[in-house]
């Protein structure tokens, strides 16, 4: 056995390396076909919802530790003598202190690629139905442990190189004020884009309305969310917009449980001589028959106004898809058009008559508005409603004239004053 090691420790430089090759590639299988597959039973084994998820980028990153490992070792074995002397002077950061520095970086993204999955399914786990959840709570709460762990990671290792971050970043502080005012727009779009991210107020796929662009989410990108809209055109919304403007999401606004759910509302206009009950019969009949609307909740019609020219209703009426909306009125109002034909109802619009003469109104007429409006008058006099017009006429005009002899009383004693005081001067 020693005689063995004593053979392997004097081979010289190239015999050491391709050996040192030749024992990576065998760890290396040892680990695909054996190791690996043993954790993969466990982790299929483990009906945690982190475990897959995780088994991948740990299974790569142990590859790269495994690698790391005989790189050093291969270093430290070939030439030991300079392992632990510094590069550039007697000051400066060694070999070793770079391998140092790998072990640390590496050993970070281990840590925070496991906050990243496991992290959110036991802050799960914490909350009950009482408990307030923010929306996008938990994934705040990973993005900042893994930025903290990144903050440390970073920092430790700059500390085996002999760099020190908080100076690093004084020196930049300057440099990146005027970088901030460049592009200030573009931060602020890379910055919302991170906050879209926590909130999570929509996904690709989902049909979404920004002002008076309505469309299906494409895409959501770093700077810009870019909509697909009902008429195929590509709208393209920067992230700072996006954030700043109400948005209304038809994917996720169903109630009952029903995220796709959306109400169709529909104002139909008859003539003032039909019958409100008729029109909601109708309606209701029209709507129940659609075969986009659903049985529950039930549709409704309600009157809503009388208008300069009809009497105006409104249909409500619930379909399980917001893709099929379009659809669903084409539907309903080529029912309702049937349907109001055939019962003989009249839907009124504006028409325009040239009079030549007015219209003579007869004395019978005449005479009865006359009688209306003295029973009219006589009515509100006995209800405390209206003043006798001659009654309020003779208050006013004797306000009207206190307010004079008062202003004219004034005038008399001032003009005395100013007669008394000419007087003295005199």
């Known amino acids: 056995m020693w005689d063995v090691l004593r053979q392997i420790s004097g081979l010289d430089f190239d015999e050491k390396i391709g050996f040192a090759a030749a024992v990576l590639i065998f760890v290396l299988g040892f680990e695909i076909y054996v190791v690996m597959r043993v954790f993969e039973k466990v982790t299929d084994k483990h009906h945690a ?41 007697h000051s400066g950061p060694s070999v070793q202190d770079y391998f140092y520095t790998a072990y640390i970086l590496l050993a970070t993204s281990i840590v925070s690629i496991s906050i990243k999955h496991v992290l ?52 930049l502080a300057v440099f990146s004020i005027f970088l901030g005012l460049a592009v200030q727009q573009t931060m602020g779009n890379i910055l919302n884009s991170f906050l879209l991210d926590i909130d999570h107020p929509f996904e690709e796929g989902d049909r979404v309305q920004v002002g008076e662009h309505r469309g299906i989410v494409v895409s959501m990108g770093v700077l810009s969310t870019k909509l697909l ?104 109002l080529m029912d309702i058009d049937a349907a109001f034909s055939r019962e003989g109802i009249q839907i009124p619009y504006p028409t325009t008559h040239e009079m030549r003469d007015l219209p003579t109104i007869p004395s019978e007429v005449l005479a009865v508005k006359a009688k209306a409006r003295r029973s009219a008058v006589a009515f509100m006099k006995n209800e405390g409603m209206m003043l006798d017009i001659e009654e309020e006429r003779r208050q006013r005009a004797e306000e009207v004239r206190a307010n004079l002899l008062q202003s004219l009383e004034k005038w008399e004693d001032d003009e005395a004053l100013v007669d008394d005081f000419l007087t003295e001067e005199e």
């Open 229 to 332: 809209t009902l008429e195929e055109e590509l709208v393209v919304i920067p992230n700072n917009t996006l954030v700043n403007s109400t948005l209304i999401n038809s994917a996720r606004g169903g109630g009952g449980g029903v995220a796709g759910r959306v109400a169709l509302r529909q104002e139909v206009g008859v003539a003032f001589d039909e019958d409100p009950n008729h029109i909601k019969a109708i309606l209701l009949i029209v709507a129940q028959g659609c075969e986009y609307v659903l049985e529950s909740p039930r549709p409704r019609v309600l009157m809503t106004e009388f208008d300069d020219y009809s009497k105006n209703f409104m249909l409500y009426a619930w379909i399980d898809d917001y893709n099929n909306e379009r659809f669903a009125r084409d539907l309903l």
């Open 49 to 89: 919802e982190w475990s897959e998820p995780l088994f991948r980028p740990l299974r790569n990153r142990f590859y790269i530790l495994t690698l790391l490992v005989f790189l050093n070792l291969t270093r430290w074995w070939v030439k030991p003598e300079d392992m632990f002397e510094s590069i550039t002077d």
């Open 120 to 171: 959110p399914s036991t802050l799960k786990t914490l909350d009950t139905e009482e408990s307030v959840v923010l929306s996008g709570g938990h994934h705040l709460a990973v993005l900042t442990s893994r930025l903290l762990v990144w903050v440390a990671g970073v920092n430790l290792a700059l500390q085996e190189i002999h760099i020190e971050m908080l100076g690093m970043l004084a020196s």
